[in-house]
């Protein structure tokens, strides 16, 4: 019986293709190319100066880095379970590769509604998409073991809407700066998980109590997803800045703030432990804070300085939550985030309102004070889609039609996997 | 006497040693840098304008992406067998070191022929080079585990050289479009290899057969493979054609025709087991046929609708023929396929041409027809050199000194590796 | 007792803190953006073409490949012991993470000896800090599994002061060569590290012989690590280079030097062996020994036919080195290099020399015996440097205050992990 009700013979086949179908269809009418990606294709012969100006030489690098850190950081990053590998970096896979394609679609939609007229994509559009694409994946964190695939569809469509709505909302409407996303990806992602995973709280968790933690090599698969986010990072929240300095500097920004914050995550995961043991929970999620809780300034005058006081703080903040707040949330707030994304992507995106407003200074286009307010609302903003948002779609994802699995066949590849 | 007549003590050095000092005297006898790689070093101390225009700045990330794909990308994809890791990673690594040296000289010796002069090498002949060696490492996953690196190497001189030849008539003499390789790469190596393991076709296999098959860690190794040539296929389709607009659409086409490519194989994968689990095989390999079937029209305006269309199309057969055609050409054709490449390079490289014809209006300085005509006399002369070269290389093969394993040796490490 | 004396409940967070304190304070002091990282941010609406000549777009590709040398290449290539794979990857990410800022410091304070001033950070400084801390990870190597992380940061502290020093000798004062860093990088952390772990001989090692090896998945791992470093190193050497054609032949040079050496690599583990049969320790290790060789020469004019030379004869000398001189150090002269980072990057590093002076022509700027002569000295002060330095550091983490692993729980995840 049970195996029959996670069956995903035709559940998945059938959110696949029509999912895909659907896809297909808007963009064959709504989407077009970007003008520097169109062209007289075929009729040249030479490269002119201006080829070499296309945006593509000058975005493309940073996002092929974003892109590993979308398959590889987060898919590899969610392997530390014993039993789930297939799971963490297949579903991973699947879901990225579809909210991808239906970011591109939201988010240039409303792009579009001041303006009219057909998506354009480019390079740019497939950072965005990809940004769009690590909210959906730090939600999925919080969930990871306790869903099925199509569950996870499901909840990609909702969210990528959602998420849209709330970076228009910020970006164009409130003009809120937030090149890194940590509110718009991190903030967003995380507490629209967390409310996820609390309506879908499961009182017997305990029954696959055993699979929820790590083996040898699990552990070491993770770090491969670890390294790969830390490394690259910076790329990350420089993708979309403006060119010239402010890219440079928003590099530089944050590769300061991941090293300091490495060094406290190191510090506070021994001074925690009774007998000074490192968990490789912390290093593996902690030691990224600092990249989160930059996403915003970094790409202000922020200086080195500043980056590693932000970043210190935020490897310290991740690494008390992993203490203290996550076992709080679970046993408390019936709140079972695998992941801890609340303390990875939760708490440093929020660490970020405090960097703006002490670092007054940082931007020069604003009053600081109105830049901070301005802020300080696009964080309630993020706050009240999110928790309002992941609590609906928690009670969407409860319909008994996904296949969810069952308390016993949670944090199993068996389920799903041959 | 199985253990001495498969050893390598001898015949690994020689054939290295010989192979690598023919290399470097051709080198040194023939090849020269290119305009861009040569230069008034040591003169300068400031960075003119000039330099930045060198064609380092816009090739060489491409070219390292390529590069991840081949030595990473192509070994981990083929470590999902779990007693044949060291061999998947380290004979791949071995022939594709040796045959980008080859490849240099085979392919600046076929450029040279019609304007004489010397052999020129920058960032475009390294390119090129990794390509012909991504066809020679198609080729090593149909045999893969059945043969020793001495047979390999034999095989990657033989196939390098008829590679070229082929490349050199279609982009040459055809006037044919191929940018990223649906039929210079894909399908002639796919083709080339299935004949060479049809004449080394072992009927007794199934001693070894218990090898020939994963374990749970050694699928995760393998979907870091998957992973990074899913992820970089935009830069493998797009690192050679001409620059701007075009390069820029190339990687962009490719881009959505994986992402459509991941939810067809997921779909189909699903659909066809009976208790709708998934097959890391399929995930591992038909979630990348997206790339090779749009690797003639990615650099076309076959606009994202047509690349997704392609992609969704590729992946479904490329599942399909795991399932029903793997079995077939194994039981009744006596090709032995071990990785499937007939699934995925052989198959989506044929869709190829079906895509340049169903899109008619797609390049503008050829007549639709013409152009579609010519791509079909292609893939003719193509099919054509990989199957005759294929089986000719594979007699050469079966002579009884290159150490081969027996068959109850194969898909075994301990052969090779202390 | 043991237990207790190994503790890194107040050691580590202690050594972490104060670190990470002082290097915030000394970063607030010294350390200001370079011009093309600070700007009027916040002005700009629209892209200029000076924006587009910002060095971060000619520079930040390669930096990032150096990133993930130092990262995943070092961190993994390290995992190759059975029970240490944690402390590898995880100490490596502490080291590399401490040195990188506190070598921004030193390497900093060096550059404004002469013009005073601020010490200024951008993509250049990068690379230069993680060029310096991939020294202290070749000494991390060196003495890897018997090694406590806060003797690893005391080390770090010493060794990039002394790093900074020696390159601020040869580079500024002695005016040698070394853009990919044969000598300050790779000579001097080998030495260096080679002297520590003598000072730090353990008589009775072999009480945790067994776990001073690998298993089968580790050796995978360790193979992850290898491909990054080989893959990237046309990187590394060329990422400081001049821009334009010398930039572009330090990577070709490079590729082709690393591509002979594997040919070599293989030839002689084979040879070497009584049954044939490979050794995963230097496949993992010497392929990679053409590109420590060609550190310095890269940059010359020594033509793909002089790098494969140099490849070839390096992959050659360093199997050698595993099998002859490794025994012999550890023997002989107590020596005990778990990485066999002599081989690696000690010998490989002074062939350069032999490099510079079999090339006669290859410089334009000096004539070639004076280059060499400079070469030599340069050589010599590094080695002086890094002896002395070593032993003294050696003796200084002789102190009984780190909390050192005992014999039997060397290589040993389980004393600092949970």
Redesign the interface.
């Known amino acids: 019986m049970a195996?029959a009700s996670t069956?995903?013979?035709?559940?998945?086949?059938i959110a696949?293709?029509a999912?895909?179908v659907i896809?297909?269809i808007l963009?064959?009418v709504a989407?077009?190319?970007d003008h520097?990606?169109?062209?007289?294709?075929?009729?040249?012969t030479n490269?002119?100066?201006?080829?070499?100006?296309?945006?593509?030489?000058?975005r493309?690098?940073s996002f092929?880095?974003v892109?590993?850190m979308i398959?590889?950081g987060f898919?590899?990053l969610m392997?530390f379970l014993q039993r789930y590998?297939?799971s963490s970096?297949?579903f991973n896979?699947?879901i990225a590769?579809?909210s991808?394609?239906l970011a591109t679609l939201v988010q240039g939609f409303l792009h579009t509604i001041m303006t009219g007229g057909k998506i354009h994509?480019?390079?740019e559009s497939?950072i965005n998409a990809d940004f769009c694409t690590g909210s959906v994946l730090i939600s999925f964190g919080a969930v990871l073991g306790k869903t099925s695939?199509v569950q996870m569809l499901t909840m990609a469509v909702f969210e990528v809407i959602l998420f849209s709505v709330n970076e228009f909302i910020l970006l164009s409407l409130l003009n809120a700066k937030d090149a890194g996303g940590s509110m718009t990806i991190h903030t967003f992602g995380a507490y629209f998980g967390l409310m996820v995973t609390r309506v879908l709280y499961r009182p017997n968790l305990d029954k696959s109590n055993k699979k929820n933690s790590s083996v040898?090599?699990s552990?070491?698969?993770a770090?491969?997803g670890t390294?790969?986010l830390?490394?690259?990072w910076p790329?990350f929240n420089s993708a979309i800045t403006?060119?010239?300095?402010?890219?440079?500097?928003t590099?530089?920004n944050t590769?300061?703030s991941?090293?300091?914050c490495?060094?406290?995550t190191?510090?506070?995961s021994?001074?925690l432990?009774?007998?000074?043991?490192?968990?490789?929970v912390h290093?593996q999620n902690a030691?990224l804070a600092g990249g989160v809780a930059l996403g915003t300034a970094a790409?202000?005058?922020i200086?080195?300085?500043g980056s590693?006081?932000v970043g210190?703080l935020a490897g310290a903040i991740s690494v008390l939550g992993y203490r203290f707040i996550t076992p709080f949330l679970e046993s408390k707030l019936k709140i079972q985030d695998t992941c801890g994304v609340h303390n990875l992507h939760g708490m440093p995106g929020i660490l970020e309102l405090f960097t703006v407003s002490l670092f007054p200074k940082i931007?020069?286009?604003?009053p600081a004070s109105a830049q901070a307010g301005m802020q300080a609302i696009s964080l309630v903003v993020t706050l009240g889609i999110a928790l309002i948002g992941g609590i609906i779609v928690g009670f969407i994802l409860k319909l008994p039609i996904y296949g969810a699995p069952s308390d016993s066949q949670c944090f199993e590849d068996g389920v799903?996997?041959?």
């Not at 520097?36 to 040249?44: F, I, R, T």
């Not at 490269?47 to 000058?58: G, I, P």
């Open positions: 195996g069956s995903m013979r035709l559940r998945l086949p696949c293709i999912l895909e896809l297909i963009f064959g989407v077009e190319y520097d990606v169109s062209g007289e294709a075929g009729h040249k490269t002119t100066h201006h080829d070499y100006e296309n945006e593509f030489y000058y493309y690098p092929q880095d892109h590993v398959f590889i898919g590899f392997t590998g297939f970096v297949g896979f699947l590769a579809f991808l394609q994509v480019g390079v497939m695939p040898y090599h552990d070491i698969f770090m491969i390294l790969y830390w490394m690259f790329s403006l060119h010239g300095d402010i890219q440079h500097r590099a530089l590769y300061y991941l090293a300091a490495t060094l406290s190191y510090a506070f021994a001074l432990n009774h007998e000074g043991k490192l968990d490789m290093i030691a790409e202000m005058m200086t080195p300085f590693m006081i210190f931007t020069s286009d604003f799903y996997w041959e």
